[in-house]
């Protein structure tokens, strides 16, 4: 009994959670950088840095979700 199906079933719906996961992780960035970092440079290129790697981080996660179907 093979269970390549299952296992790939999984991985499918944690990369599916993650790819949530990963969009409450740019606007946690955003709120950090509109919020801190409107007064403070340092939490605004914080956030920003947040916002690109939750972009990407959504990014990949979608390609190989999707990739899974």
Known sequence: M???P???ANLAKILWINTG???LYVV???VV???LGATNPFWRGG???IV???GFLFV???FHALKLR
């Open 60 to 62: 990949f996660d979608l």
């Open 28 to 30: 946690g960035g955003l």
């Open 6 to 8: 299952k296992e790939r």
């Open 33 to 35: 950088a509109y919020t």
């Open 21 to 23: 996961l990963d969009v």
């Open 47 to 49: 956030g920003w840095g």
């Open 52 to 54: 690109i790697q939750g």
């Open 2 to 4: 093979s269970t390549q």
